[in-house]
């Protein structure tokens, strides 16, 4: 199995900041990456796929980078609604692993 | 829109199994796959498998085999996750996911919690 190892697992930061979550991958994943966000008591929002593929209607403050085995979600300037945890998610072989998460809290 | 709606919140003792619906509307149904996720309390997220409505064809996580049947109704546009021999750390939130992308989720049902204890 292709584990994911997702840091941190926490981030403390304020409005207007810039992040960075970082998954590392067991091995080669061929950029079959894909971030999601979720919000208590809610089911994931998908952001990204592919590594660097913004969905429909995403902001575009949230991008996606990487290649091989290691792979990035930055959000630019952040906003109220961006705290939340995030979860990597690869898709390149069953089963699909998702990283530990990251929970984003307001500094 | 794609929309994904499950059965209500489960209590099941040790032992027994819990069958879970979701209901798919929006979208031609077999053309999707519909994957199974799941989230213990406090936890990260955990795929347990697929089901190609199409063929009916599935695919499981190694942990849940032998445990786990999924299942799909194309003439009610249904998918089934049945989980048997339920134990304590059973206990989470199960999602049905699906989307264009096959192995990603772009759709998410609401979430069915199961609670497990005697």
């Known amino acids: 199995d292709i584990q994911m190892t997702q840091s941190p697992s926490s981030l403390s930061a304020s409005v207007g900041d810039g992040v960075t979550i970082t998954c590392r991958a067991s091995?080669?994943?061929?950029?079959?990456l894909a971030w999601y966000q979720q919000k208590s008591g809610k089911a994931p929002k998908l952001l990204l796929h592919a590594a660097s593929r913004l969905e429909s209607g995403v902001p575009s403050r949230f991008s996606g980078s990487g290649s091989g085995t290691v792979y990035t979600l930055t959000i630019s300037s952040l906003q109220p609604e961006d705290f939340a945890t995030y979860y990597c998610q690869h898709y390149y072989s069953t089963p699909y692993i998702f990283g530990q998460g990251t929970k984003l809290e307001i500094k | 829109q794609v929309q994904l709606v499950q059965s209500g919140a489960e209590v099941k003792k040790p032992g027994a199994s819990v069958k879970v619906s979701c209901k798919a509307s929006g979208y031609i149904f077999t053309g999707f796959y519909i994957h199974w996720v799941r989230q213990a309390p406090g936890q990260g997220l955990e795929w347990m498998g697929w089901?190609?409505?199409?063929?009916?064809?599935?695919n499981f996580a190694q942990k849940f085999q032998g445990r786990v049947t999924m299942a799909s109704d194309t003439s009610i546009t249904t998918a089934y996750m049945e989980l048997s021999s339920l134990r304590s750390d059973d206990t989470a939130v199960y999602y049905c996911a699906t989307g264009p992308g096959y192995n990603y989720f772009d759709y998410w049902g609401q979430g069915t919690l199961v609670t497990v204890s005697s």
């Open positions: 091995q080669g994943i061929s950029n079959s």
């Open positions: 089901i190609n409505p199409n063929t009916g064809g599935t």
